[in-house]
């Protein structure tokens, strides 16, 4: 395919590069760490609704839901890259994906600090 029928719009391309993306999160849900943030993400939403949240409250942990599998699916497709270019030990790919993991703990700490600013007062009602 050549750069000029990448630039016209067709439908059926469309089609595929779903299909691709929805492989993509297919393949991602094989991941333990994906497993992992699936059941903590119901868990959540679970407490989300027993807490009746507000719809900006809704709208902050679905950013962060979103946000942590978006994150969590980039850092494996990274740790895939650099092992499809290396098996050997390399400084550049410890680097890439040391980085790329340092990503995923950072909005996982924003997640719990927005997490515990949510959910703390209403817990501390019932009390
Ligand atoms: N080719 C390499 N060269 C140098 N260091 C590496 C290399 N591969 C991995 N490492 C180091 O080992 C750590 C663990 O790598 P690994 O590929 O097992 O990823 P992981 O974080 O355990 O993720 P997963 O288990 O989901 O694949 C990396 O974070 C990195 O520090």
């Known amino acids: ?10 439908l059926q391309r469309l089609k595929r590069s779903f299909s691709y993306a929805l492989n993509g999160i297919k393949l991602a849900m094989g991941e333990p760490n994906f497993r992992i943030h699936l059941i903590a993400s119901l868990w959540v939403i679970l ?5 009746s949240l507000t719809r900006v409250e809704w709208g902050i942990i679905l950013l962060l839901i979103f946000g942590m599998f978006t994150l969590e699916m980039m850092n494996t497709a990274i740790e895939r890259t650099v092992d499809m270019v290396t098996k050997e030990f390399h400084p550049l790919a410890k680097m890439a994906k040391d980085i790329a993991a340092g990503a995923v703990l950072l909005f996982a700490i924003l997640s719990v600090i927005l997490g515990m600013l949510i959910f703390i007062p209403k817990v501390m009602m019932y009390f």
Not at 1 to 10: A, E, I
Not at 47 to 51: A, L, N, R, S, T
């Open 1 to 10: 395919m050549d750069l000029k029928d990448k630039r016209t719009f067709s």
């Open 47 to 51: 407490f989300g609704f027993i807490f």
